[in-house]
């Protein structure tokens, strides 16, 4: 008897974490593409064009390149002031320097054109009636706070802002450590698919919640997730092994401390946004925590919801805009781990 009871509950221990795991497998991992048409991105090189014509002849030679590239020159090309500028900026030690890196850094798009292709299929699943966008590189001359663009289905890349994070100009240019961890071609696709769920996920409320702003990040975050799957969380976010490695294991706690000090529905900006935003690490922690740890939260949050409610669709739950019922709905409540 007493061996019959122990392997019923072997059997039902064995069943319980079976089930467990099921329940906690992402969907974002179970996406069956087969139905999904093949893609095959070709990214256009705006600054090959540009800085391959000849700086003494470039009233004439602009015409072509503004043909292949409207978006980027949309002024009076046959003004005088505006072929002084470009001529300038194509002229520029500083600007030569940072395309011919680029170019050294980026001799072909092939593996980024790959990486694209494939993300764009996942996009298509989620949103088969969209356009796959258009990508397009250029060099930004140091725009270090708006790396890419998402415009008018166009996805534009400042590859000069992917130079790896020891890139020389970015210290020069007074850049972060923490800023310029990011600035490295595997987080390029990351951040354009950041950008597109920018896009589309309202934010409308300005005086929002600590809980809101998670949740908001937490469905951008879930998006770029569910567009490459096989992608790291910590790439996703920008965090380092070691901050990530630290919010894994003290998640429950800092959950426990978001509620213990009253902290999700506050609107205080000042009081929230230590949370939320950028930085070596947050302040009310360790300083091996990383910072937005608000934001990682959030995310957990959103993945959680989506697990546990299978009818929601992803685009449906990016507009969705009450973050109190994605939290009921969740039952997200990790545990402390002290």
Not at 53 to 65: G, T
Not at 131 to 152: A, C, L, M, Q
Not at 229 to 237: K, M, N, R, T, W
Request: charge should be negative; proline fraction near 4%; aromatic fraction near 14%.
């Amino acid at each position: 008897m007493h061996k019959l009871v122990l392997k019923s509950l072997l059997i039902f221990s064995l069943i319980s974490v079976l089930f467990s795991c099921g329940n906690s497998k992402d969907r974002t991992e179970d996406v069956d593409l087969s139905e999904v048409k093949e893609v095959k991105v070709k990214i256009s090189r705006y600054e090959q064009a540009l800085f391959s014509m000849d700086p003494d002849n470039i009233e004439i030679e602009i015409k072509e390149v503004a043909n292949e590239f409207p978006q980027f020159l949309q002024g009076d090309l046959s003004d005088s002031l505006n072929i002084m500028q470009l001529h300038d900026f194509i002229s520029d030690p500083t600007i030569l320097r940072l395309y011919e890196d680029c170019q050294n850094v980026f001799p072909t798009l092939e593996n980024l054109e790959k990486e694209f292709s494939e993300a764009f299929r996942y996009y298509l699943y989620y949103f088969p009636k969209d356009t796959v966008p258009e990508v397009i590189t250029y060099v930004s001359g140091g725009d270090f706070e708006h790396p890419v663009k998402y415009i008018n289905n166009q996805i534009i890349v400042a590859l000069d802002m992917y130079l790896e994070q020891d890139y020389p100009m970015y210290s020069m240019w007074g850049i972060p450590e923490f800023a310029s961890y990011t600035m490295d071609e595997e987080y390029i696709l990351a951040d354009a698919m950041y950008e597109i769920a920018v896009s589309k996920v309202p934010f409308e409320k300005a005086d929002k919640s600590l809980l809101e702003m998670m949740v908001y990040y937490g469905k951008l975050y879930y998006f770029v997730d569910a567009m490459m799957p096989e992608l790291g969380d910590s790439i996703i976010i920008g965090y380092t092994p070691t901050q990530t490695d630290w919010i894994i294991e003290n998640e429950g706690n800092v959950w426990g401390f978001f509620v213990d000090k009253e902290l999700l529905y506050s609107t205080d900006h000042k009081k929230i946004n230590s949370f939320l935003s950028e930085g070596p690490f947050t302040s009310a922690f360790s300083k091996e925590s990383p910072a937005t740890i608000a934001r990682w939260i959030g995310w957990r949050i959103v993945k959680k919801y989506m697990n546990e409610n299978e009818q929601i669709e992803l685009s449906e739950m990016l507009l969705q805009n009450d973050a109190q019922a994605i939290l009921s709905k969740s039952r997200y409540k990790p545990e402390k781990t002290e």
